[in-house]
């Protein structure tokens, strides 16, 4: 049995898809639904079970070795959230129970952590695994700062002897995609550009406020959640070094770009309006986010990863503007 943890989200949910369509399994998903339309990220892919995170301890208690492998995606991810206490007992807390009973059950451990870990981006995007480096990243918000302080503590374990057998952080970059419906004001800028257009027929994207940007030519590195997942099942077939690892393209693209490609996927012509920056987020609002994919290309993931274009024309054609959006 696969456990995912957050396998009702918008990554873990395109991750079980890809488990099992692999034929994979079975998995099991650790997740709360609410009342809203969560549960359609999963109506279509075969799920063995489903455990509410309260009952998780008496899961992993009852099913012991005959979980093969652990993906923890699950996690308070809104970089908005104040509750601190909060996220500590869900990003770190829970992150460790699940690192020790992944050592106790010998079974492979990958988890979700996160680009928010690298901050304003001054000290560079590499997935640098010396804890120097990782003491020198000083993220912006809680959220990231309980990402970073996980990604300390198994690259500590693992140095003291006390790791999984296999282990593999990823540090996401600005995924897109499809299943991320539930996410309200987290939802990536792909989905809410998308709206905008359908809605309105333009987008408004913020004015540059630095000398060495266009405006809307602040870069992100988009990446479609199908790579992400490609890199995950790649993780667990090959199992290379242990160790915390980007996920991104290698390659940052402007507002701009995502604006223009959604406009083409759509059919409709390019009508963009140039806002001002809230003066609340101007001073600290990054200019410029890429991931350097050197280290995963290193340990031998050689796969391809979809051109922007290509990434927003199938999100466009295939799910946003079908009667049907989910996978």
């Known amino acids: 049995m696969i456990l995912v943890t957050g396998g009702a989200g ?10 099992t369509g692999a034929g994979l399994g079975p998995v099991a998903v650790c997740d709360m639904f609410g009342h809203d339309a969560k549960w359609k990220n999963l109506a279509k892919h075969p799920v063995h079970e489903v455990v509410d995170p ?28 104040t509750d601190v206490d909060l996220i500590m007992r869900t990003n770190l807390t829970l992150s460790q129970s699940l690192w020790r009973f992944c050592i106790d059950a010998d ?19 590499t997935d640098d695994n010396d804890a120097a480096a990782l003491a020198a990243l000083r993220p912006l918000n809680p959220y990231g700062w309980s990402k970073k302080l996980f990604d300390d503590y198994t690259i500590t374990e693992a140095a003291a002897g006390s790791a999984p057998p296999f282990w593999a952080g990823l540090k996401f970059f600005n995924v897109y995609g499809p299943n991320e419906y539930h996410k309200g004001g987290q939802r990536s800028v792909a989905h809410q550009l998308f709206e905008q257009i359908r809605d ?26 199908d790579d992400c997942v490609k890199l995950m099942l790649w993780l667990l077939r090959d199992r290379p070094e242990s160790g915390v690892y980007n996920c991104g393209t290698g390659k940052a693209r402007s507002f701009k770009d995502l604006a223009l490609a959604t406009f083409a996927a ?10 001002d920056t809230p003066e609340a987020i101007r001073r600290h609002y990054q200019y410029f986010t890429e991931a350097d994919m050197t280290r995963v290309r290193g340990a031998g993931y050689d796969a391809n990863v979809m051109s922007l274009e290509d990434g927003i024309a199938g999100y466009v054609k295939d799910f946003l503007a079908t009667d049907d959006p989910y996978r």
């Open 266 to 275: 759509m059919g409709k012509e390019a009508k963009i309006d140039f806002i």
């Open 10 to 19: 918008f990554i873990g949910s395109n991750l079980v898809a890809g488990l």
């Open 54 to 81: 309260t009952e998780l301890p008496l899961f992993l208690d009852q099913s012991g070795t005959s979980i093969e492998a652990v993906f923890h995606m699950g996690a308070i991810s809104a970089t908005t959230e």
């Open 107 to 125: 079974c492979p451990f990958i988890y979700a952590s996160s680009a928010a870990t690298y901050g304003d981006g001054s000290q560079g995007f």
């Open 200 to 225: 309105t027929g333009q987008v408004k994207l913020f004015k540059s406020h630095h000398p060495d940007y266009e405006d809307g030519g602040q870069l992100r590195d988009f990446v479609h959640v």
